[in-house]
């Protein structure tokens, strides 16, 4: 194929003639399984890679894609139009995700984290260029080989998306675990790496929302070195206009004191409610999307709104095993938007096994009592977000309406790396898809890989 260089590596020099062939005779119209019987030849040209048939969905108009398996490996086209470049790729996961740098008319113009075996994107990357005619140059830039996988990823198209034409119901929305560990010193770039991630990569993720499951801080100190450091963290969220919510976790309450121990023993029950420092640091002016809270100038319990995939959200973040209260307020606010899709964010309600939380600790209430006064009681309620205890579990339960809760906690407390759990929500199929990936050293858990369909949402 004119403008294609064929690279053998490892186990392709075997089979690199026969794809060769078949994307030969697959341009020049043949089919294959799943392919169209009328396939157009592929739009790109691949120096270092190869055109092979499409193993992804949905199959592009070509029946191929341009598969790039080195650093040097890239793929271009000529596309016409305005807008920001949109590419439909997959990758091939090898201890973490390929990620591919775009370049328009020369000018490189972003990069994009393929985060999808099976689904070509999509992924849109840069900000918008003019009308026109406009070469695209698509390279992987991550390459990574072991004796057991290998990072590749394939492009099936790229093309102009115009805000103005384009409506995509997938989405998706993150959660933070407990961050203790990253704010202990200033060196430790891992809190500002994440969200800086988050942030390059919200076109590709088409992120909406951030969302954090509590224990921002390990304890608070005179200078409040702690709060600094997370503070300046969350900053990029606030330049970029994502809006974000925090839960408290016992670690972000004086009831934790240097060192990780309770800071007055007698006092503990008492000093698990003294959030004013952490309200010093983050306020629900930061937070963007806050439009009602239990107590005022407190972000202890409070409810942001957004909407995404043509449907409502709700964010509801409640304090640590929560006043009664706190609860009956929380109760209010969900029955009042009972056409949104509500969010419950606290710091402590499944462990690690994901069996829901019996004690209220040094609290006011259970995480049982949670689940028995809310949680299930209303229909609107979908997911629930907790950190505190183990690693990372899920659950789903059946609220008294019929519906379906899914429960996720993510926790980590890790010292080398800084993971995230994320939510892609597809609201045409009613589908959640959840991963979690941690961009300092492009770690991937794919045991914490979950996919839900008739999540039920309502609209």
Not at 50 to 78: D, E, F, K, Q
Not at 94 to 100: F, K, L, R
Not at 211 to 236: C, F, K, L
Not at 278 to 287: D, L, M, P, S, V
């Amino acid at each position: 194929m004119e403008g294609t260089t064929v690279r053998t590596r490892k186990s392709r020099s075997v089979i690199t003639s026969v794809i060769v062939v078949a994307a030969a005779v697959v341009t020049s119209g043949a089919s294959f399984t799943g392919a169209a019987s009328a396939a157009e030849p592929s739009q790109f040209s691949v120096v270092d890679g190869t055109i092979r048939p499409a193993t992804g969905t949905p199959v592009p108009a070509s029946g191929t894609h341009a598969s790039l398996w080195s650093n040097s490996s890239y793929a271009t086209t000529t596309i016409q139009g305005s807008g920001r470049v949109l590419v439909g790729a997959i990758g091939d996961n090898c201890e973490g995700w390929p990620t591919i740098r775009v370049t328009v008319d020369g000018a490189v113009v972003g990069e994009s984290t393929i985060v999808s075996a099976t689904s070509y994107g999509s992924y849109p990357v840069g900000a918008a260029v003019g009308a026109g005619q406009h070469s695209v140059r698509i390279q992987l830039v991550n390459d990574r080989s072991t004796a057991s996988c290998d990072r590749n990823v394939h492009v099936a198209y790229a093309r102009m998306e115009t805000p103005a034409t384009t409506t995509d119901p997938k989405f998706s929305f993150a959660v933070m675990p407990d961050t203790q560990q990253e704010v202990l010193n200033a060196s430790d770039t891992r809190f500002r790496q994440r969200t800086d991630w988050l942030v390059g990569n919200r076109s590709a993720l088409d992120l909406r929302f951030v969302t954090h499951s509590g224990d921002v801080v390990n304890w608070d100190t005179p200078d409040h070195s702690q709060y600094e450091i997370a503070r300046n963290a969350m900053r990029p969220f606030e330049t970029a206009r994502i809006p974000y919510s925090l839960a408290i976790g016992n670690h972000d309450t004086q009831a934790t004191g240097v060192g990780g121990s309770a800071r007055d023993p007698a006092r503990t029950r008492e000093l698990v409610r003294d959030t004013t420092v952490f309200n010093r640091y983050f306020t629900a002016g930061q937070y963007g999307g806050v439009r009602g809270q239990f107590e005022a100038g407190k972000v202890d319990n409070s409810y942001s709104t957004y909407e995404a995939g043509g449907v409502q959200w709700l964010v509801l973040t409640l304090e640590l095993w929560p006043r009664a209260e706190a609860v009956n307020w929380a109760k209010g606010v969900v029955a009042a938007n009972s056409r949104h899709n509500v969010v419950v964010v606290t710091h402590d309600y499944i462990d690690g096994n994901g069996n829901i939380e019996q004690s209220a600790s040094y609290g006011a209430t259970s995480p049982q009592y949670l689940y028995d006064n809310l949680i299930k009681q209303y229909a609107n309620i979908k997911f629930v977000f907790s950190g505190h205890v183990g690693v990372a579990a899920n659950r789903v339960d059946t609220g008294v309406h019929g519906n379906r809760i899914y429960t996720f906690l993510q926790t980590f407390h890790s010292n080398t790396t800084n993971p995230v759990r994320l939510m892609e929500v597809d609201t045409a199929a009613n589908s959640l898809r959840t991963w979690i990936y941690a961009p300092f050293n492009n770690q991937s858990f794919p045991e914490y890989d979950r996919t839900f369909t008739g999540i039920g949402l309502v609209r």
